[in-house]
Nanobody, 113 residues
Framework: QLQLVESGGGLVQAGGSLRLSCAASGRTFSSLSMAWYRQAPGTEREFVARINSGNSTYYSNSVKGRFTISRDNNKNTAYLQMNSLNPEDTAIYYC???????WGQGTQVTVSS
């Protein structure tokens, strides 16, 4: 079983930055592909970014060039660096681990205009 715990969310002004963290425990982290998703009120959960075990990365068009996903296998942690935030980025951000459909509890990100 794998446990995921997100942190780093909060309130930020438009144009600001936040870094989200996803700490994993219970399984070998380095072999897992990790991803971030987000869900705004009244919308479906949507893909944001993914990093695989070989450190290849993928981004949604809406965040490409502003967000960066990374991982530290020594710390069993994945990160999402979010720059140039705008109000449309407001959502609950979820960490996901592939190979078993594992999800964290989510962390709220609110961007004020």
């Amino acid at each position: 079983q794998l446990q995921l715990v997100e942190s780093g969310g909060g309130l930020v002004q438009a144009g600001g930055s936040l870094r989200l963290s996803c700490a994993a425990s219970g399984r070998t982290f380095s072999s897992l592909s990790m991803a971030w998703y987000r869900q705004a009120p009244g919308t479906e959960r949507e893909f944001v970014a993914r990093i695989n075990s070989g450190n290849s990365t993928y981004y949604s068009n809406s965040v490409k060039g502003r967000f960066t996903i990374s991982r530290d296998n020594n710390k069993n942690t994945a990160y999402l660096q979010m720059n140039s935030l705008n109000p449309e980025d407001t959502a609950i951000y979820y960490c996901k681990a592939y190979g078993g459909d594992y999800w964290g509890q989510g962390t709220q990100v609110t961007v004020s205009s």
